[in-house]
Nanobody
Framework: QAQLLESGGESVQPGGSLRLSCAPSGFNGSLYCMGWVRQGPMKEREVVAVISAGGGSVRYAESVRGRFFISRDKPKNTLSLQMDNLKSEDTAMYYC???????????????????WGQGTQVTVSS
């Protein structure tokens, strides 16, 4: 059974950094398109970053470009999201997602992934 387990969410002050991790189990994450989706209070779901199967291509939402960085550790079968210069508007539940998508479909930043983790809360507040 495919599962995704996120960790790393916590409260941080504006301008701070956090690193989220996702550990797939039951499947080899490097064979899947994977990403991070967030949903803040009273907001719609937003795909903030995706990485293609194999890790050759990445794409970011405009709202996080230049501040968030997605990466894979293939030997450890993990996915990470480094978040720098955090802002209050980054406050949200962050979900690790995965799906078998073509390269182009992976990078179109739509949130309809079949596999979702339970989420990890990120709160940015002074």
């Amino acid at each position: 059974q495919a599962q995704l387990l996120e960790s790393g969410g916590e409260s941080v002050q504006p301008g701070g950094s956090l690193r989220l991790s996702c550990a797939p189990s039951g499947f080899n994450g490097s064979l899947y398109c994977m990403g991070w989706v967030r949903q803040g209070p009273m907001k719609e779901r937003e795909v903030v970053a995706v990485i293609s199967a194999g890790g050759g291509s990445v794409r970011y939402a405009e709202s996080v470009r230049g501040r968030f960085f997605i990466s894979r550790d293939k030997p450890k079968n993990t996915l990470s999201l480094q978040m720098d210069n955090l802002k209050s508007e980054d406050t949200a539940m962050y979900y690790c997602v995965a799906g078998q998508r073509s390269w182009g479909r992976c990078l179109d930043l739509t949130p309809d992934f079949p596999y979702w983790g339970q989420g990890t809360q990120v709160t940015v507040s002074s």
